[in-house]
C-alpha cells in the first residue's frame, strides 16, 4: 500500500504588511526558504549585539529591506526603504514580526515528527561474512 504525504499542508498563510501611509501592503509568503530564515535569523541576532545605534540602524533597514523584498510583485531598494520606513518602531516592527512569523512556522503542528521513546534498541554493528 502507498504512503501519501500531501506537502501542501505545510505551505502556512501569508505575513502582510501595510506601509505606514498606508497605501501599499507588503506580502511575506508563507512558506520561506531555510537559506532566508538562517540570514534572518543571524542578522537579529547581530543587532541585538550591536552597541553603536547608527550601526544597528543600517543593519536594520538592510533587514526590512531582505523582508520585504520577499513580496516579488514590488520592486523595493534601499530608497524605498529609507522613504517609506525610517520610523524605529516601524523597522522594529517589521522586523519582529516577521520573526514570529518565522516561529510559528517551525512550530506548526504538521511538522512535528514523532518523538522517541527512549530506549535504547540494540543493533548489530558487525557485517555478516559469506
Do not use: C, W
Not at 32 to 60: G, P, Q, R, S
Not at 88 to 117: C, G, W, Y
Amino acid at each position: 500500500m502507498s504512503q501519501y504525504v500531501d506537502l501542501g499542508l505545510l505551505v502556512r498563510e501569508p505575513l502582510i504588511f501595510k506601509s505606514p501611509n498606508g497605501k501599499e501592503e507588503y506580502t511575506i509568503p508563507g512558506e520561506l526558504n531555510t537559506e532566508f530564515v538562517l540570514k534572518m535569523t543571524k542578522y537579529y541576532k547581530d543587532v541585538t549585539k550591536i552597541d553603536n545605534d547608527e550601526e544597528a540602524f543600517k543593519k536594520m533597514k538592510q533587514l526590512v529591506l531582505d523582508i520585504l523584498s520577499l513580496d516579488k510583485s514590488k520592486n523595493i531598494d534601499m530608497k524605498h526603504i529609507e522613504d517609506n520606513f525610517s520610523d524605529f518602531r516601524v523597522m522594529r516592527a517589521v522586523i519582529e514580526h516577521t520573526m514570529k512569523h518565522i516561529q510559528s512556522i517551525s512550530e506548526d503542528e504538521n511538522l512535528k515528527f514523532p518523538k522517541s521513546s527512549g530506549k535504547k534498541t540494540k543493533t548489530n554493528t558487525k557485517a555478516k561474512a559469506k
